[in-house]
């Protein structure tokens, strides 16, 4: 619990670069909170998880990419309180990984270029993390 007695959420946040220097973005689909908006690919880490053994799963489940620990770089990381709970979200950077991304749970995908990730509408969390991938690509 944080000091206004909210829960602490921990959900890991993956920048997934690919070989043109840009990131993917997922849009959240109907039905979730905060549907339409744009994010970048993670999870919430589940008991006895890591951040990076919740990305390389969800990675797998969300995406049908597969990745190791050591090809995920921690570069920053998020603190939101949202109105029922307080998000912590730590945001890694992927170059090395495989297979071609899809939206296995019907969710748009898009690669956008670092200069453009303001086009697209996201959550209060995902917005302060833009200004840390444009100066890293």
């Known amino acids: 619990m944080d000091a206004n007695g909210k829960k602490i959420v921990l959900v890991a946040a993956c920048a997934l670069v690919d070989s043109d220097g840009r990131i993917l973005l997922a849009q959240r689909p109907e039905g979730k909170s905060l549907a339409g908006l744009w994010e970048f690919p993670g999870g919430k880490v589940e008991a006895g998880e890591t951040p990076?053994?919740?990305?390389?799963?969800?990675?797998?489940?969300?995406?049908?990419?597969?990745?190791?620990v050591a090809c995920l770089?921690?570069?920053?990381?998020?603190?939101?309180?949202?109105?029922?709970?307080?998000?912590?979200?730590?945001?890694?950077?992927?170059?090395?990984?495989?297979?071609?991304?899809t939206g296995r749970e019907g969710q748009a995908i898009k690669w956008v270029r670092p200069k453009a990730l303001r086009d697209y509408p996201m959550p209060p969390a995902d917005e302060p993390l833009i200004p840390f991938l444009m100066d890293l690509l």
């Open 73 to 101: 770089a921690p570069l920053t990381f998020a603190s939101h309180t949202y109105d029922d709970f307080h998000l912590l979200m730590p945001l890694y950077v992927c170059r090395r990984y495989e297979g071609m991304a």
């Open 52 to 68: 990076e053994e919740t990305l390389i799963r969800e990675l797998e489940e969300e995406l049908g990419i597969r990745t190791k």
